[in-house]
Every structure is written in structure tokens, then in C-alpha cells.
């Protein structure tokens, strides 16, 4: 468009490109193969547009690998790469959705057992002298629930 726009020839544009050690190195042959190079991508546009609806149609959270197993369902001959690329080119991108990681704070048993933790005495011989309980804790949908049942010692009920 410049040299159209200037009237400048070819060999004069090339070599104010090469003169300046900011620009890449362009030779002339190499010109004419960017300026008569066909987009490779201009016969996929019934495919790029399937893809496009098959992505809208899963809410955007199809990715490259996803649509390419639903188009080798529906009989396309088509690579796994040739999607992926056409997808970048569309600007189609899937949205990430992980589920959240569950919580658990026990790590279970951090160093040496101290001796006299283990000569505890779980059993009483009168009802309500000893009771123990435990916090366990519940993910339903998205609420927690805690349950905290009390045993007593003697009897081991709850």
C-alpha cells in the first residue's frame, strides 16, 4: 500500500528495510511470496462456522479437543491441530471451570506421639463422667453442615 501510495519501487522499499538494524532482513523473492501468499484458511468457512456453533452451543466452555471429538462424530475429516488453529483464529477461547478444592485441615499425626497421650483412659465407669465427642464436617451442595455427636463413656452411647 505504501509503495502504491509513495510510487516507490520495490528495491528501494527492501533496501530502506535492511538499512535499519531495528527491521528484519527481507530479500525480494521474499516480498513477493508474503504479498501473493493466499491465506490457507479462506477455504474453511463452513467449517470454521461449525465450530463456532458448536461452541456457542456448549456455552463456551468446549475446548479445541472437545469440538474436534463432536466434529469426528459428525463425520468431518479434519485434524485435532487444523481446530485448534482455527479457533485461535476465530478468537475462540473456553472458559475454565474447576471445581473448588476440597478443604481438609487434618494433616494427620505431625511429629512424635508423646507418651502419656496414649495411656488415656476412653471409658468411664459412671454414666456421665466422661463424654467425648468429635466436629465432622459436611459439604452439601453448597453449605456445610457440621455434626458433632457426644458418646459417653460408660455406656458408648451417643
Known sequence: ELRQELRLSVKYIID???ANPGLPH????NYYYQTHKLDKDSGNQKLM???KEIFLEHRQRYGYRRIYGQLRREDYE???KKVQRLMQKIGLFAISIRKKRKYSSYYGVQGK???????RKFYAIIPNRHWFTDVTEF?????????SPIIDGCTQEI
Open 16 to 18: 530502506v528495510i535492511n
Open 26 to 29: 527481507i530479500s525480494r523473492s
Open 49 to 51: 462456522d461449525r465450530i
Open 78 to 80: 479434519v485434524n485435532h
Open 113 to 119: 506421639i508423646k507418651p502419656d497421650l496414649t495411656k
Open 139 to 147: 459439604h452439601l451442595k453448597d453449605q456445610k453442615l457440621y455434626l
